[in-house]
C-alpha cells in the first residue's frame, strides 16, 4: 500500500527565511507525486508534478525536487501570503486514485 | 471557466441520519472524486466516478457510497450517520487517470 509521510507537521519562518518541506513516500510503480496548497476554508489547489527522480518544477518562490525515496519543496524568501498547508500526493501503478500525507502547516510571520 | 461547485457547504445532523452531498464538476471534466479530511487522517479517498462508473473506492464501510450522473455531475450519501463521519467532504473532478485535481471547496459536516 502507498504511504506518504511529510515532516515537520508545522513550520513557521521570519518572512525572507527559506527552508524546505519534506515528503518521504513508499510506492510500487510512481506514476506522479503532487503538491498542493490548502488554505484555511478551501479546497486543495494543485501546485506541481513530478513524474522521475531528478526532476525539478519551479513556480514563483516555490521549488519541488524529486528523489526515488523523496520530494523536497523548498520555499524561497518566503512572504506572509506563502502561508498555507502544503499537502504531497502520490499516484502509483494502474490506480489513479491520490493517497496524500498529512501535510505541513506553514506560517510565515511579517 | 467555473470551478467545481459542491452543496451544501455546512449541514449538521445527528446519529443515525442520513446525508447527501452534490459535486457538480469543471465543464468539460467527466472524471470525478471525493475525498474525507479529517484533522487526524488527512486527505483519505474515498471513491472515484467516471462516465457513471465506479472506477475505484477506497476502504470505507458500506455507509459510504456515490453516484455520477450522464452530466458527470455526482453524488455521494453516508447512511447511519456516526459521530466519526465529521469532517470536510472535498469532491475533485479531472481528465481520466490525471493526477491534476481540481478540488472544490467542500461539504463540512457535523455530526452531533
Known amino acids: 500500500e502507498d504511504q506518504v509521510t511529510q515532516s515537520p507537521e508545522a513550520l513557521r519562518l521570519q518572512e525572507g527565511e527559506s527552508s524546505s518541506l519534506n515528503c518521504s513516500y513508499t510506492v510500487s510503480g510512481l506514476r506522479g507525486l503532487f503538491w498542493y496548497r490548502q488554505d484555511p476554508g478551501k479546497g486543495p489547489e494543485f501546485l506541481f508534478t513530478l513524474y522521475s527522480a531528478g526532476e525539478e518544477k519551479e513556480k514563483e518562490r516555490l521549488k519541488a525536487t524529486l528523489t526515488k525515496k523523496e520530494s523536497f519543496l523548498h520555499i524561497t524568501a518566503p512572504k506572509p501570503e506563502d502561508s498555507a498547508t502544503y499537502l504531497c500526493a502520490v499516484q502509483s501503478g494502474a490506480n489513479s486514485k491520490l493517497t496524500f500525507g498529512k501535510g505541513i502547516t506553514l506560517s510565515v510571520r511579517p | 471557466k467555473a470551478g467545481v461547485t459542491q452543496t451544501p457547504r455546512y449541514l449538521i445532523k445527528t446519529r443515525g441520519q442520513q446525508v447527501t452531498l452534490s459535486c457538480s464538476p469543471i465543464?468539460?471534466?467527466?472524471?470525478v472524486s471525493w475525498y474525507q479530511q479529517t484533522p487526524g487522517q488527512g486527505l483519505q479517498f474515498l471513491f472515484e466516478?467516471?462516465?457513471?462508473?465506479?472506477?475505484n473506492k477506497g476502504n470505507f464501510p458500506g455507509r459510504f457510497s456515490g453516484r455520477q450522473f450522464s452530466n458527470s455531475r455526482s453524488e455521494m450519501n453516508v447512511s447511519t450517520l456516526e459521530l466519526g463521519d465529521s469532517a470536510l467532504y472535498l469532491c475533485a473532478s479531472s481528465q481520466l487517470g490525471a493526477g491534476e485535481l481540481f478540488f472544490g471547496e467542500g461539504s463540512r459536516l457535523t455530526v452531533l
Open positions: 466516478y467516471f462516465s457513471e462508473t465506479q472506477r
Open positions: 465543464s468539460g471534466h467527466r472524471s
